[in-house]
């Protein structure tokens, strides 16, 4: 759902004409905030299908998500990566020697570390002759690291396969800008003083300027908040329906946290500090606080602030994925099934369920306008005719069964490694609230998703 929205709205020409659509159907969760009570559901078909592999996830882990120039600043992305996979090992004490293949995902590279998954797996004590490999599909890289890891299981190249992400925004590459980096690099081939001295008077000193890194898409230029606020404009989302998802984010967040829920969270031990327990970047404010704050990207009228926003954050996850056959042979219990990927609605007729068969809802929360928006589209014949090919619309997902743990607006976004948060929160969703389907579904720069079923492992 979230790629198909996306790229109809990147192919949007008069935002007047949507906004008209949707205007008079307001969408508030100011009177859904708190989670509903565990759900308890009927066992439901299986998806199992005979003559086709079962892939299970039997267990993940992830380091505390944390804003980013906190306690990870002094870190690099494989100290976290390396984290997250010894944090796996320590929860599933599975043998290093069995694990086939390592795949992460991750956004804004260390140059140094170009290919972290490789040096993380070193780091961790995996054996050199386990391949790793890193893929990156800006917020969806861990989702792609995931359905690579099911592809090689599928295949039957692989039985055990560990796939994870990460992300480390304290520290991004920071380069000098083209024409001092032409410069460098011509001086280091001159093979003369008098070559050297020719160069060095070409400098100016605009060339000391640096070039920065953007959280925009190369080919618009265009940030994603700057998106974000359009596509809040364009669907009628309003300020104020948008401070208060963001405000029910951090609330069941901060009650998950509390309660323990959030089992997925190892402790990581910050050489020369102390050790990170917990994500700190739940904060649960009050709409008048949050109403303060002028907009981020688009003034002064545009309705995205930081209070709505997903935050800049450190962190990293990993999950094991094995077959069936070779997880319970190994004597594991997994916790899920893993599914078809697609899109929200082709994932859906993939897996022959609808919106009323999903027990647990884990979608990427960028923004509070984009998650708003998308429930707009979703719940829309017109936007199904117009812009998927569809007689009739998706389906609103309820809120009672939507991110009742927090979401990327309150637990922190590292964007490499929250696609395998959804799935482990969705898993356990699904073994606290007795679910049989969990729905993950996320967005990603250039007009591209991801969605998922994962399906609760019998007990």
């Known amino acids: 759902m979230?790629?198909?929205?996306?790229?109809?709205?990147?192919?949007?020409?008069?935002?007047?004409?949507?906004?008209?659509?949707f205007s008079v159907r307001p969408l508030s969760c100011s009177s859904?905030?708190?989670?509903?009570?565990?759900?308890?559901?009927?066992?439901?078909?299986?998806?199992t299908k005979p003559n086709i592999r079962n892939i299970v996830v039997v267990d993940g882990v992830r380091t505390p998500f944390l804003l980013s120039g906190t306690s990870y600043k002094d870190l690099m992305p494989h100290d976290l990566a390396r984290a997250a996979l010894t944090g796996l090992l320590h929860r599933t004490s599975v043998p290093?020697?069995?694990t086939d293949y390592i795949i992460f995902g991750t956004v804004?590279?260390?140059?140094?570390?170009?290919?972290?998954?490789?040096?993380?797996?070193?780091?961790?004590?995996?054996?050199?002759?386990t391949p790793a490999h890193t893929v990156t599909m800006a917020c969806i890289s861990a989702n792609q690291a995931m359905t690579t890891g099911v592809g090689l299981i599928a295949s039957g190249q692989c039985d055990v396969v560990v796939a994870g992400g990460v992300e480390l925004m304290s520290d991004v590459p920071i380069r000098h800008s083209r024409k001092m980096r032409k410069l460098m690099l011509d001086l280091n081939k001159a093979k003369s003083v008098?070559?050297?001295?020719?160069?060095?008077?070409?400098?100016?000193?605009?060339?000391?300027?640096?070039?920065?890194p953007a959280v925009a898409e190369f080919s618009t230029s265009e940030t994603m908040g700057h998106s974000a606020d359009r596509l809040a404009a364009a669907f009628a989302v309003s300020r104020l329906e948008q401070d208060e998802y963001a405000l029910r984010s951090h609330s069941l967040a901060k009650k998950?946290?509390?309660?323990?829920?959030?089992?997925?969270?190892?402790?990581?031990?910050?050489?020369g500090k102390d050790t990170v327990t917990k994500d700190?970047?739940?904060?649960?404010?009050?709409?008048?606080?949050?109403?303060?704050?002028?907009?981020?990207?688009?003034?002064?009228?545009?309705?995205?602030?930081?209070?709505?926003?997903?935050?800049l954050t450190d962190g990293a996850s990993a999950m094991l994925i094995m077959a069936e056959e070779k997880a319970l042979a190994m004597g594991y219990k997994p916790k899920a099934y893993l599914r078809p990927t697609y899109a929200?609605?082709?994932?859906?007729?993939?897996?022959?369920?609808?919106?009323?068969?999903?027990?647990?809802?884990?979608?990427?929360?960028?923004?509070?306008?984009?998650?708003?928006?998308?429930?707009?589209?979703?719940?829309?014949?017109?936007?199904?005719q117009n812009y998927m090919g569809r007689k009739t619309k998706v389906g609103l997902p309820p809120l009672e069964k939507f991110n009742n743990w927090g979401g990327s607006l309150s637990l922190g976004h590292p964007f490499g490694a929250t696609g395998c948060r959804l799935v482990m929160a969705a898993a356990n969703r699904l073994r606290k609230e007795g679910g049989q389907y969990g729905l993950v579904a996320a967005c990603a720069a250039g007009g591209q998703g991801h969605a998922m079923i994962v399906e609760a492992y019998p007990k």
């Open 194 to 212: 008098g070559q050297r001295l020719s160069l060095i008077s070409k400098f100016r000193l605009n060339f000391l300027a640096p070039e920065l």
């Open 256 to 271: 998950a946290q509390d309660e323990g829920l959030l089992s997925d969270v190892v402790p990581f031990k910050v050489p």
């Open 344 to 384: 929200t609605p082709k994932v859906l007729e993939k897996a022959g369920l609808t919106m009323n068969d999903i027990d647990a809802f884990e979608f990427h929360e960028a923004f509070s306008g984009q998650i708003l928006a998308n429930f707009k589209a979703m719940d829309s014949d017109w936007f199904a």
């Open 32 to 47: 859904q905030l708190r989670a509903a009570p565990a759900v308890q559901t009927k066992t439901k078909k299986t998806l």
């Open 96 to 98: 290093k020697e069995v």
């Open 108 to 129: 804004i590279q260390e140059v140094k570390t170009s290919n972290v998954a490789r040096e993380a797996a070193l780091g961790a004590g995996f054996s050199d002759k």
């Open 2 to 21: 979230t790629t198909i929205l996306t790229y109809a709205f990147k192919n949007l020409h008069t935002t007047s004409k949507w906004a008209l659509r």
């Open 280 to 311: 700190n970047g739940i904060r649960p404010s009050s709409l008048e606080q949050m109403a303060k704050l002028k907009p981020a990207f688009i003034r002064p009228y545009g309705t995205v602030t930081a209070a709505n926003s997903s935050f």
